[in-house]
Structures are given as structure tokens and as C-alpha cells.
């Protein structure tokens, strides 16, 4: 018998490596970002990156106990697409800046039911939903809608029909859980448009800048307060909204990139200048893939099952939603006290949901990201001084502190830290500052310093409350 010269075998075993390569599943090709999304997950399956201040998800609710991220999966219509959202809360906020495609008669409300207003159908069996990338087809309007984002700005592409009336709608009274109390849209020019929108909600009053910018010039287009338009470009109320109008043929697609900031406009151009430079949506869809591979790739779900590397990897990646940047790419950002303040040399975080996270999440993350942790601690330093309330942070969102559930959480977080040898921030201040939190009066603590429990009354949570504090002081 012949035998096969070992070159050519070589040859033959390093190109069936390279197809077994190609075909080799990483860690971000396991996660699937629906799971959650029933029953009541409460988390969101729109485009982010790791840790980042924009969310862009698709709204199905915006209110209700199911709703806190804005999307639950039994739902069979979408009102549009939003820029920031929360995951895995029990109170629902945020769901910023909406923009929805439409064709044919312009709608300006979204109605209660698909045909009443710009709300759409849609289909799972027609929706992707992958970590840095979402894409759906509106069935109604046969518009697909892919979205794609950066840490500070969301990137969308709208690939339409053939219409003489396509529509681009932004609705700035759309809110999750909240409710405007003053919005403001400008029209500057036939491409760019910018504005805020400040509402009302979990934690008090929270203010979002945007500036967006579309591909191409809209043929057409106007500001409204509730369904009317007003004259000129722009306009400010608790109901504005804007449309932008084209022509397209069929299969042509628009994108829209947009910056977001809580400080100001100009900052929210600055992050979509430094974060979108350009018009290549595949690329930022890429980088965020590579971000998540990366943040992904620290842990070996360590098994061959498939279903338990999905379910392993999907719950890694629930893990580094959360905390968000809320610095401007310059360091700016407006802090619990709402006025606008200075990071140097570190991002500044909100969403620190320490009752939640720090028994697991936040000793996890020392593992995950400790190039992150750092920056956590220095955000909690400087909510101390900045609030100016002799505390350390509670429950931060949306950089407003909610003041929500129990303990002194921030406090074994920072030791935690510190005893893993993170220590780029001045450990005297952090001691300072934790003693000075044990001293607040809230929540019975005034009765556990000098009793050593708290009594029991009706809604009191003294079993808890008194296990909390303790945990936090030991």
C-alpha cells in the first residue's frame, strides 16, 4: 500500500485544524441575552458593552412591575428603540431618548395597540439578540431595525421599504416608570438634531443630553408637542417630539449615531465624536463583540454540555451590566448632588446596587475586572464628599441616589478591596468615611448603636436590619 507522504499528511491535519478552529464556538457565542426576559427577569436584550452608560433596547412596556427594563417577551409589540435602561431591578426607570422608524402615515403617539399609533408588531422567530448587536423586523412597516453601541453612544441602522413616506420619530416624553418634566428638542440642520429630557422618577430628578446625527439629509421634517407640530425647529414641554422625513427605495438603509451625557449637549457630542467617529456600523458592532470576548473570556464554564455553557456564559455576562460609566469621555459627570463635577484619571460609575451585589457580585468582579474595581471605590469615595449627606453610597442610579433598601453596603465592598491589594485611593479617607456612614441616622440605626437590636414594630425589618448592620461592622 502506498503511504502518504508526511508532508502532505502535515498539510492535511493543519487544514482540518484550521476548519475545526473556524467552527469553534467562543464565549460570547453562548450568551443569549433574552434569557431573563419572561416571566420576571426584569432584564433588558438590546446592545450594550461591558459596563456601559448606553443601553439601546427595545421598549415593549414602560410600565408595570414586568416592565423595570422596559422589555418582556410575552409582548408582541415594540414602541421603540431607547438609549438607557436598567437590569435586574424591582423599580423601573430610565428608557431615554426614543427613536422609532415608521412608513407611510405619520403617527406621533404610539397608541395602545399596534395601528393606533407608531407602535409595531413583531416576531421572535424575526429578532436576534447577541451581546453588543439586536436586530428585529417591524412586520407593520417591513422596516428591520439593528442596533449596535459604544460605552456612551448608541449607533442604529433602519433598513426601509420603498416609500415616499418614511419616518424617523424621536419621542422625548417616552419614559420607564418616570415621567418628563421638561423636555427640549432642537432641529439644527438636515442631519443633526439634540436636546435633553429631564423626567421624574425612582431617586428623584435625573437630566439626559443627546445629540444625534443621521447618514444622510432628511428630506422633510418638524417638532411637535403631543401629536401637533409647532412652527420653527425647535420646542420644549413635557410632550415633545420630532420627526424626520424621508424618501427611500427599497432595501436602502439610514443610520443614526447618538451621543449621550448627563452634563450637557456639547458633551454628548464630545462622547459620539470620540466613540463614533464615522459611519461603519459593522465595525462598531465588531469592537463591542471583541469587548464582550474579551470581558467573557476570563472564566472557563469548565463543562462540555452546551446548555450549561449557555446558561454559564449568559449569567456571566448579566454580571458586567452593572455597574454603568457615568463620566463624559473628558471626566465630567453630574453627581448625586445634581451638579456637574470632575473625574480625574478614573470613570465615575452609577447603577451601584450594593444590596444586591455585594455578598457575590462585587468579590466577583475583583476577580473578572480588577482593572475596574479601583474605579468603584474612588466613584464611593467621591459620593461621600460630593452628596455631602455623611454617607457613602446606598443605591446610586442615574448618579441620584435612591436611598433604596438596607445597610451599609458600600462598606465591605471598599474592605474587599482593599484587603486584595486595590489601593490606588487614600485608605484614611475610606476609613473616614465608613465609620462616618455607621453614624447615620436611618433606619433604626440609632437603636441598634445603643441597644444592640432594634425593636420590633410593624415594618421595622429588624431581623435583617440588625444582621446587615452587623455584617457591615464587622
Not at 130 to 145: A, C, F, I, M, N
Not at 319 to 337: E, K
Not at 377 to 384: C, E, Q, R, S
Not at 439 to 453: I, P, S, V
Amino acid at each position: 500500500m502506498k503511504k502518504t507522504p508526511p508532508r502532505l499528511l502535515f498539510s492535511v491535519f493543519s487544514l482540518l485544524g484550521i476548519v475545526l478552529a473556524s467552527h469553534a464556538k467562543s464565549p460570547v457565542d453562548y450568551v443569549n441575552p433574552l434569557i431573563g426576559t419572561d416571566a420576571h427577569g426584569h432584564v433588558y436584550p438590546g446592545a450594550t458593552v461591558p459596563f456601559g452608560m448606553v443601553q439601546l433596547s427595545p421598549d415593549t412596556r414602560d410600565n408595570g412591575w414586568d416592565g423595570c427594563a422596559g422589555y418582556h417577551y410575552s409582548d408582541t409589540s415594540i414602541l421603540g428603540f431607547s438609549h438607557n435602561h436598567l437590569t435586574g431591578t424591582g423599580c423601573g426607570d430610565l428608557g431615554n431618548i426614543l427613536l422609532m422608524p415608521e412608513v407611510g402615515e405619520l403617527k406621533l403617539v404610539p397608541g395602545s395597540k399596534p395601528g393606533e399609533g407608531y407602535r409595531a408588531r413583531f416576531s421572535h422567530d424575526q429578532e436576534t439578540s447577541r451581546p453588543g448587536y439586536y436586530e428585529v423586523l417591524l412586520t407593520d412597516s417591513q422596516v428591520k431595525v439593528e442596533l449596535t453601541a459604544t460605552a456612551r453612544a448608541g449607533f442604529h441602522r433602519y433598513t426601509f421599504p420603498a416609500s415616499d413616506s418614511a419616518h424617523v420619530i424621536v419621542d422625548l416624553q417616552h419614559g420607564i416608570g418616570n415621567k418628563p418634566t421638561e423636555t427640549q428638542l432642537t432641529i439644527k440642520n438636515d442631519h443633526t438634531a439634540s436636546g435633553f429630557r429631564r423626567s421624574d422618577g425612582w431617586g428623584g430628578r435625573k437630566t439626559y443630553y443627546f445629540v444625534m446625527e443621521f447618514s444622510r439629509p432628511f428630506n422633510s421634517s418638524g417638532v411637535a408637542q403631543a401629536d401637533k407640530d409647532v412652527d420653527g425647529k425647535q420646542t420644549s414641554g413635557k410632550e415633545t417630539k420630532g420627526h424626520f422625513d424621508f424618501k427611500t427605495k427599497a432595501g436602502e438603509q439610514i443610520e443614526v449615531r447618538v451621543g449621550l451625557s448627563t452634563v450637557s449637549v456639547e458633551g454628548a457630542r464630545k462622547n459620539l465624536r470620540a466613540e463614533i467617529p464615522d459611519w461603519d456600523f459593522d465595525k462598531v458592532a465588531e469592537n463591542a463583540r471583541k469587548q464582550w470576548e474579551q470581558a467573557l473570556s476570563v472564566l472557563d464554564a469548565g463543562s462540555k454540555d452546551e446548555h450549561v455553557k449557555e446558561t454559564f456564559y449568559t449569567a456571566l455576562y448579566h454580571t458586567l451590566l452593572a455597574p454603568t460609566i457615568l463620566s463624559d469621555v473628558d471626566g465630567q459627570f453630574r453627581g448625586p448632588d445634581g451638579q456637574v463635577h470632575q473625574a480625574d484619571g478614573y470613570n465615575y460609575y452609577t447603577e451601584l446596587s450594593l444590596w444586591d451585589t455585594f455578598r457575590a457580585e462585587n468579590p466577583l468582579l475583583t476577580l473578572t475586572q480588577p482593572e475596574r474595581v479601583n474605579d468603584f471605590v474612588k466613584t464611593m469615595l467621591a459620593h461621600f464628599t460630593i452628596f455631602n449627606h455623611q454617607t457613602l453610597p446606598v443605591w446610586p442610579e442615574g448618579g441620584k441616589e435612591t436611598w433604596c433598601m438596607i445597610g451599609n453596603h458600600a462598606i465591605p465592598v471598599i474592605v474587599d478591596a482593599y484587603l486584595k491589594g486595590f489601593r490606588a485611593w487614600d485608605a484614611n479617607e475610606a476609613l473616614h468615611d465608613m465609620i462616618a456612614s455607621t453614624d447615620l441616622n436611618r433606619e433604626q440605626l440609632d437603636a441598634y448603636r445603643t441597644k444592640g437590636f432594634i425593636p420590633t414594630r410593624k415594618g421595622a425589618q429588624t431581623v435583617s436590619k440588625v444582621l446587615e448592620y452587623a455584617y457591615d461592622d464587622a
